[in-house]
């Protein structure tokens, strides 16, 4: 659980928020426990105001319809568990053991529950203003690119599936620089496939680092 927590940036003061926020009503019928249903509720409402405050503060010509499908777009499902399976949440989930089995880990629905439910436990651990800085950190690319009005393009998941297509390769970024101060970083990130270089890209955070480097790969394939 302690690398989970370093994966999520976060560590909590209450472990058990954390361990509900993880289970799924599969796992808890199982072992009649409780389970992760109405943390993911109250994540859903603390994930709408902390995007709705967002885009109010941000985009301010946009009327109250285009603030509705710029956030619909950010909180949908696809992109909730895209955010989880960078955060590696799958992993760490506890299912039942039929839906582990049917690949629950994997799936969009139970990813984007997950990451609602643990967006609550942070919330329930520390307020509100943490909460609010963990989304921003973890969903950075996708709201700069709302405001740039561009739909975010996981550049990571598309070379993962164009390279892995004909069968499993091994992937992995690795950090070539790191500079300026704290508030100002410039990363360049290196992605390799089995061990050869396939491309490297520059950005403020290693995440946008990360996929711009795979966006530099996915051009030269």
Same mark, same amino acid.
């Given at each position: 659980?302690?690398?989970f927590e370093r994966n999520l940036g976060y560590q909590f003061k209450n472990k058990a928020l954390l361990e509900v926020a993880l289970t799924h009503s599969s796992y808890a019928h199982e072992? !009649?426990? +409780?389970? *992760?249903? @109405?943390?993911?509720?109250l994540g859903d409402s603390v994930l709408s105001i902390i995007i709705s405050d967002f885009l109010f503060r941000k985009l301010r010509r946009e009327d109250e319809g285009d603030?509705?499908?710029? @956030?619909?777009?950010?909180?949908c499902e696809q992109s909730l568990a895209r955010v989880a399976r960078e955060l590696e949440v799958g992993p760490a989930l506890k299912l039942g053991r039929g839906?582990?089995?049917?690949?629950? @880990?994997?799936?969009?629905?139970?990813?984007?529950d997950a990451f609602e439910a643990i967006l609550a436990a942070i919330y329930l651990d520390s307020d509100i203003h943490t909460a609010? +800085?963990?989304?921003? *950190?973890?969903?950075?690319?996708?709201? #700069?690119?709302?405001?740039?009005?561009?739909?975010? !393009?996981?550049?990571?998941?598309?070379? +993962?599936?164009?390279? +892995?297509k004909n069968g499993p390769r091994k992937i992995a970024y690795r950090v070539l620089s790191e500079t300026g101060?704290? #508030?100002?970083?410039?990363?360049?990130?290196e992605v390799c496939v089995d061990g050869k270089p396939a491309g490297r890209g520059r950005g403020q955070s290693k995440k946008e680092a990360? !996929? *711009?480097?795979?966006?530099?790969?996915?051009?030269?394939i």
């Open positions: 659980m302690e690398q072992h !009649q426990c +409780q389970s *992760n249903e @109405r943390m993911e509720f603030l509705s499908k710029i @956030r619909a777009s950010l909180v839906e582990d089995a049917a690949g629950g @880990r994997a799936r969009d629905s139970i990813l984007s609010e +800085q963990w989304v921003k *950190n973890h969903m950075e690319q996708a709201l #700069h690119a709302a405001l740039r009005g561009e739909s975010y !393009q996981d550049y990571k998941t598309m070379f +993962q599936e164009a390279v +892995q101060p704290d #508030h100002h970083k410039d990363f360049e990130i990360e !996929q *711009n480097a795979a966006k530099t790969a996915l051009e030269r």
